[in-house]
């Protein structure tokens, strides 16, 4: 179902409930049903045609959820933008887009001004809350219509967007609604960008009746506060997030009667962080898996999750099973099982916009190649290994690098650690660890990884670093590795 008909169901179901809060403001079901139509005709307005891109570069709020589903709903394309980008990685996305507005929030004023010197039209946000006397009546849109760009990542060079339709995104919201199974009513707490593809995660709390409350930028001083107060039951972080939480928080169980769940994907999730979030949260930790070009693919549930842990299982590594309209497979597995997941299902992306090529590279007969190594557990659970692109090819010889990572958190003076391959004449590549530690030496750890792992695998070359220098999903950014160690890939 499309994005506009979604919305007007849910105000016809709970008109007068609260659907959005931003501190003091607040808007119901069928308040945030007019004012989406009313961004519409303001766009129309401003003289951007229907289905024109219109790029938003604002921070997570509700001018930024009216402008994002509004633009959907009445059949602009969204093009959201990471508001953390340098001004020539905004500049290569809004251009790459060919968008015909970009709408900026306050905070952001100054990039928009220097992207208008460039030849960017740029609106502020609050022009679109002016309220409009006569609103029209909203049409449907066609299912598979065009309905949001996702940039994958900032980079100087060829922007990269995710192609989105309203048909695909309607299946992502599915699985999400079916998978996390909140009930009207239930408070959703937000600290998080809602770029590229958490707004929909947001919008499919709305689809089961719930509110959603806007709280700013994460604080780990605060965010236990915030659940409190807001007597919530459904909030989302990053493992980096959840990581600072408990570094702030400690492990000592936080008093929440109304929280039920709290989801992070786990790909960058350790042991030691998993352990720590179930003990002070509760056995209230979802794990999800998906990719902005297949989002919400698989899910693994507090109640799963708690399971497999009371069976003295971990569950590190582990997402679930796929998703309501999702599948998946294990391509090219070796004997112990690995290889790389393919994914399908109505919720793939169309392709990449404007890069066909790239396309057809990834989408081979309706499935998509992840890039991510996986494992089919045998009660069909999915564990995530790591990428295939980071396997390490050294004297011959395959090494994944999630492996020698997790052998190094075993020992307990590391925090956190990241394996990586770099050139090398005599092996091709050899293995190196950038990790976070005190009170250990090199050869300490060298020695540790030797009585674990066979000895191609044990690291050649060991760097000690303050901190792993991350993306806001908890990725280790790798050129940002590089050039912080001084070397070259």
Same mark, same amino acid.
């Given at each position: 179902?499309?994005?506009?008909?979604?919305?007007?169901? !849910?105000?016809?179901?709970?008109?007068?409930?609260? !659907?959005?809060?931003?501190?003091?403001?607040?808007?119901?079901?069928?308040?945030?049903?007019?004012?989406?139509?009313?961004?519409?005709?303001?766009?129309?307005?401003?003289?951007?045609?229907?289905? #024109?891109?219109?790029?938003?570069?604002?921070?997570a709020g509700i001018d930024y959820l009216l402008a994002d589903y509004g633009c959907m709903a009445n059949g602009y394309v969204r093009v959201p933008l990471d508001t953390a980008l340098a001004h020539v990685e905004l500049l290569a996305q809004v251009q790459d887009a060919g968008a015909a507005l970009l709408l900026f929030g306050p905070e952001h004023a100054g990039s928009a001004g220097q992207l208008a010197v460039q030849g960017i039209r740029c609106v502020a946000l609050e022009t679109l809350n002016v309220a409009i006397a006569e609103l029209p009546d909203r049409p449907a849109q066609p299912m598979e219509t065009l309905a949001s760009l996702n940039y994958t990542g900032g980079t100087t060079g060829q922007p990269k967007a995710v192609m989105h339709s309203h048909a695909s995104l309607g299946a992502a919201l599915q699985n999400i609604v079916m998978a996390r199974?909140?009930?009207?009513g239930d408070v959703l707490l937000n600290v998080r960008p809602l770029w590229p593809i958490a707004a929909v995660a947001v919008f499919?709390?709305?689809? !089961?009746?719930?509110?959603?409350?806007?709280?700013?930028?994460?604080?780990?001083?605060?965010?236990?506060?915030?659940?409190?107060?807001?007597?919530?039951?459904?909030?989302?972080?990053?493992?980096?997030?959840?990581?600072?939480?408990?570094?702030?928080q400690g492990t000592a169980?936080?008093?929440?009667?109304f929280f039920k769940c709290l989801d992070v994907g786990a790909a960058a999730m350790s042991s030691e962080v998993l352990e720590g979030a179930c003990a002070l949260l509760g056995e209230r930790l979802?794990?999800?898996?998906?990719?902005? #070009?297949?989002?919400?693919?698989?899910?693994?549930s507090p109640a799963?999750?708690? #399971?497999?842990?009371?069976?003295?299982?971990?569950?590190?590594?582990?997402?679930?099973?796929?998703?309501?309209?999702a599948a998946l497979r294990i391509a090219r597995a070796d004997a112990n099982g690995v290889g790389e997941i393919l994914l399908t299902g109505p919720q793939l992306m169309r392709g990449y916009w404007r890069q066909a090529e790239l396309s057809e590279s990834v989408l081979e007969d309706g499935w998509l190649r992840s890039g991510d190594l996986g494992q089919l557990l045998p009660d069909g659970r999915l564990r995530v290994l790591g990428r295939t692109k980071e396997i390490i090819r050294s004297g011959g010889k395959s090494i994944q690098p999630g492996e020698v990572e997790h052998c190094l958190l075993e020992h307990p003076q590391v925090a #956190?650690?990241?394996?990586?391959?770099?050139?090398?004449?005599?092996?091709?590549?050899?293995?190196?660890?950038?990790?976070?530690?005190?009170?250990?030496?090199?050869?300490?750890?060298?020695?540790?990884?030797?009585?674990?792992?066979?000895?191609f695998k044990v690291p050649k070359t060991i760097f000690f670093v303050s901190e792993l220098p991350r993306s806001h999903y908890g990725k280790v950014q790798r050129k940002r590795l590089l050039e912080m160690l001084g070397v070259s890939a």
């Open positions: 179902m499309d994005i506009s008909t979604l919305i007007q169901q !849910a105000a016809h179901t709970w008109p007068t409930a609260l !659907a959005l809060r931003e501190g003091e403001r607040e808007l119901t079901f069928a308040a945030l049903d007019r004012a989406i139509t009313g961004v519409g005709v303001h766009l129309h307005n401003l003289g951007v045609a229907v289905g #024109e891109r219109v790029a938003l570069l604002a921070d199974t909140a009930q009207p499919a709390h709305l689809l !089961a009746g719930g509110c959603v409350v806007l709280g700013g930028r994460f604080n780990p001083a605060t965010f236990i506060e915030q659940l409190q107060r807001q007597q919530v039951a459904f909030s989302s972080l990053v493992p980096t997030q959840l990581l600072r939480l408990i570094r702030e169980p936080a008093d929440l009667p979802g794990v999800l898996y998906g990719m902005t #070009e297949a989002p919400w693919s698989c899910y693994f799963q999750l708690a #399971e497999v842990r009371a069976a003295g299982g971990t569950g590190e590594g582990v997402v679930g099973r796929p998703a309501f309209s #956190e650690a990241h394996v990586f391959g770099l050139s090398d004449e005599e092996w091709g590549e050899r293995v190196c660890a950038a990790v976070v530690a005190s009170g250990v030496e090199a050869a300490q750890l060298e020695a540790h990884c030797r009585a674990q792992l066979s000895r």
